[in-house]
């Protein structure tokens, strides 16, 4: 079928990081994972089969060619997926972000998710998840897929909380969703700190993170902590949950920092913060838990009904376009638009 294949697919944001490779090539991480999939935070990939030598793509109304370094992932994907599968056709890729790129909220979980699915629904000719699924492509093989091209991008595939485990072959990797959406209604509201591309990618940093000495000891604990993340999600006990959001994150900005060569992503104003944070929830003024990405910016993870004092809380201190407002999300949507 001629036309246009659409996915929309939400960021996420991991509860229990992604961080470090055991394989690079394989793309086989050093421990498991565990994240919320977001709701409004999206990227928006539209993929079409054109005659033409050579893919092309356009990113928010701009084309981009092969040799930009910031799309390098995209058309690594592209390629990867046509010399797995031999697909024929070129596509041409259009794709949008509703937040800003490179900007720690892990645009390329959400990019190149949605990339993934869309070509793939170009290339199949498959206008909606039971023609995917017909050809073999399930839900679960395209989430595979999707985390060789980015590895946060698999758990994107995927509504509500979600685990990627590492299995003791690369091979046996899995991405599942744990628990759906209407388990609980956690809410991410984002402090930015910076607007721009982050001070350095995730690739470096997984491969710096071996160099920590910090890093086998992270290692040795992570089962320990994500049972306990399991056991907070099951009872949907935030008491539980929060603190071990704090310590996850700060252990893993902790091996960056003790890497060589050693990285920083938080910036001063971004560490103060976190300081007021810590005091205000020690007032009771708010009820809310930091975790942070491969950037500045700070996730305020918490429930629903904390939503409105948190708010209030935060546009007493940021301009509103500071912040971001996303909670738990059902997944991602394919759509066809025939010409
Ligand atoms: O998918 P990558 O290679 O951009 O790595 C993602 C790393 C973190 O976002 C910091 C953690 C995670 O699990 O998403």
Redesign the pocket.
Known sequence: MNGVYRATVAS?I?FL???GKRDARLQWPAND?F?MTLSRLCSTTEARPIQASDHRFVFAGQAFSRAEKRFAKTFQQLDDLTQTFGFRDQLEIRTENNFPMGAGI?S??SGLAALTLASLAAWLKAPDWQSLAAKGFSLSRIANLARQG????GRSLFGGYVAWRAGDHPEQQTIEPLFPAEHWDLHDTIVLFSKGEKSLS??EA?AHAWSSPLFRTRLAGLPERLAAMENAMTHCNFEQLGPLLEMEALE?HAVTMTATPSHCYLTSDAWNFLASLREARRRGEVHAYFTI??GPNIHLIHEASEHEQLKRWLEERFNPQELLHDRVGQGPQLSFLSE
Do not use: P, V
């Open positions: 996420n991991a990081k992604y961080w994972s994240s892990a390329s979980a980015s590895g946060s991008a995730s690739t997984h893993m990405d491969a």
